[in-house]
Nanobody
Framework: QVQLVESGGGLVQAGGSLRLSCAASGTIFSFNAAGWYRQRPGRQRELVAV?????????????KGRFTISRDNAKNTVSAKNTVSLQMNSLKPEDTAVYYC??????????WGQGTQVTVSS
């Protein structure tokens, strides 16, 4: 059974940094694309960042220049290739949200993580 396991959320002061990671388990297939979305209180889920298997990246306007999405290419293993990280710098109170990992896995389709809370205090 495929699962996306997220880690790294928490509480941080404004201006601080956090790093989120998302690992896909239960599959030998890598992803076509993987990304992070967030849902802020009272708002719809929105794109934060996405990366394709070819390395192309795209960011939501509100996080450009502050967040970086990456894939673990250092190790040539399936688990490493299915691990996606989001480095969040210069965090603002408006970044407070539940962050969800999404991976579109080859031959298997779309999967979501359970969500991880990020809270930025002012």
């Amino acid at each position: 059974q495929v699962q996306l396991v997220e880690s790294g959320g928490g509480l941080v002061q404004a201006g601080g940094s956090l790093r989120l990671s998302c690992a896909a388990s239960g599959t030998i297939f890598s992803f076509n694309a993987a990304g992070w979305y967030r849902q802020r209180p009272g708002r719809q889920r929105e794109l934060v960042a996405v990366i394709t298997s070819g390395g192309s990246v795209n960011y939501g306007d509100s996080v450009k220049g502050r967040f970086t999405i990456s894939r673990d290419n250092a190790k040539n293993t399936v688990s490493a290739k299915n691990t996606v990280s989001l480095q969040m710098n210069s965090l603002k109170p408006e970044d407070t949200a539940v962050y969800y990992c999404n991976q579109n896995l080859k031959l298997l389709g779309n999967y979501w993580g359970q969500g991880t809370q990020v809270t930025v205090s002012s």
